[in-house]
């Protein structure tokens, strides 16, 4: 019910027509408030309460799910710097791709601190460039590895 023929010009005439709206509110209104709102109580008390009573989960963190047929090694038996001479023989072009991407990378972000914005675009085109060849790389040297074991 709007009192006002202004559509609020001023803003007693609005506090006064919040006021009397208030006022003129229903019993039904008003009851339907309150039974929202004990509803909405005993929904969450009844989410609480569950909560409470749940078993804990599965899942504990501080030890390893167990796999079948699969047995964990503590450690590998061989050093990092071994280990990664024999990859980088395996398939050289791995790392040679890594260092090339961050190289371009670094690069990338030199130009556009110091503000080059052609440069900059240009090597950020590069390092995607880069970063897809490094993994058409890893790929590759995944398939000839599987058709090695495979012979």
Not at 5 to 12: G, T
Not at 28 to 53: D, G, H, I
Not at 74 to 79: I, K, M, Q, R, T
Not at 94 to 112: D, E, K, M, S
Request: charged share 20%; net charge positive.
């Amino acid at each position: 019910m709007c009192v006002c023929v202004n559509h609020f010009p001023d803003s007693c005439e609005k506090r006064y027509w919040l006021k009397t709206r208030r006022s003129t509110a229903t019993a039904e209104e008003s009851n339907l408030v309150k039974a929202n709102r004990e509803v909405t109580f005993a929904r969450r008390n009844l989410a609480r309460s569950a909560m409470a009573q749940s078993p804990p989960p599965p899942f504990d963190p501080y030890r390893p799910p167990v796999i079948e047929g699969f047995t964990p090694t503590s450690g590998s038996a061989e050093p990092f710097q071994s280990k990664f001479v024999r990859k980088f023989r395996e398939n050289p072009f791995v790392p040679l791709g890594c260092l090339g991407t961050a190289g371009i990378l670094t690069y990338g972000l030199i130009c556009f601190i110091n503000n080059k914005p052609k440069q900059s675009q240009m090597m950020m085109r590069a390092r995607v460039i880069a970063q897809g060849l490094t993994v058409a790389s890893l790929l590759v040297g995944m398939a000839v590895t599987n058709l090695k074991t495979s012979k």
